[in-house]
């Protein structure tokens, strides 16, 4: 098939076309001026991206005019393609790269291209715990775009992963990076919301499968791995793996809503930079983002590696190349 993905670069689109491209499907990536491009091997990939950088700038993230196309020239591009996978989406606001911008009106842009163009196939990304009426603007912004997606009229799938970790990915590396220079760890609300990690892996599988799975159609799948583990738990996963003892410093919701405040106005507004830390973040991990997973196991076959094991290869790999020489303090 030939395949567009947005967000190609980022963290699960880099390994969505490693697999794409394993299995021989023509795969085109969209550019930061609001072209498509070929991919040759995956390998040369431009380095990672903020995904909206990539797919967002140019005309298509511009709010389309009442009933005109601000783009015509990428409608000419899309033609000829069998499917898109609509991987953009941002966790961090700065400028217009806002989660309005990029989780639903881009969608909504892309949306529009692919029924122009004769698109049939569209693949989206979501995120476990989006709903309707959600206390989060990421999880609002994110139902909006499904709702685009569902009204569409092409055959939509839509994934729903929980946190996913993989080498290079944002979270597990982020604390490990953390545990590396600071002897404490701070854990908002004490660490006690649930997650259920899928690996990367599995994820990029699911949209490779889904290509050609007409049982997908239609329809809305949560991702998740098989382990349920808090915040804390995950923590001390990664100082195990890393063979590093943290101080593990409770952070109150209240405490660490103004930080993220703080945070949000020194980077996004001052250095025009993603803040470490938003409200939005906060306040997700007020709830537990946990799900019943056994559709999407059973479609598409996954199997899930133990949490520990795996973070277990990639981690253990990053330590040994950025740890100081034996004797060093």
Known sequence: M??????????????????LTAAAHEVWLWTRAGTVVAVGQPSRLPPPQSPSRLVAAGKISETPAAGGDTCPTTATNLTGFDAIIHLAGIINEVGDQTFENVHTRLTEKIVTLAKRTGVKRFLHISALGTRANATARYHQTKWAAEEIVRASGLDWTIFRPSIIYGPGDGFVNLFARLARFSPVVPLIGGGRTKFQPVSVENVARCFVAALNEPAACGKVFNLAGEDVLTMREMVETVLRVTRRRRLLLPLPFAIARTQAALAEFCFAKLLRRPPPLNRDQVTMLREDNVS??????????????????????????????TDPPAGYH
Not at 2 to 16: A, D, I, P, S, W
């Open 2 to 19: 030939k395949v567009l993905v947005t967000g190609g670069t980022g963290f699960v689109g880099r390994e969505v076309v490693r697999q």
């Open 292 to 321: 019943d997973t056994h559709q999407a196991d059973e479609l598409f076959g996954l199997r899930h590696e133990p949490f520990a094991e795996a973070i277990a290869r990639y981690l253990q790999q990053a330590r040994q190349a």
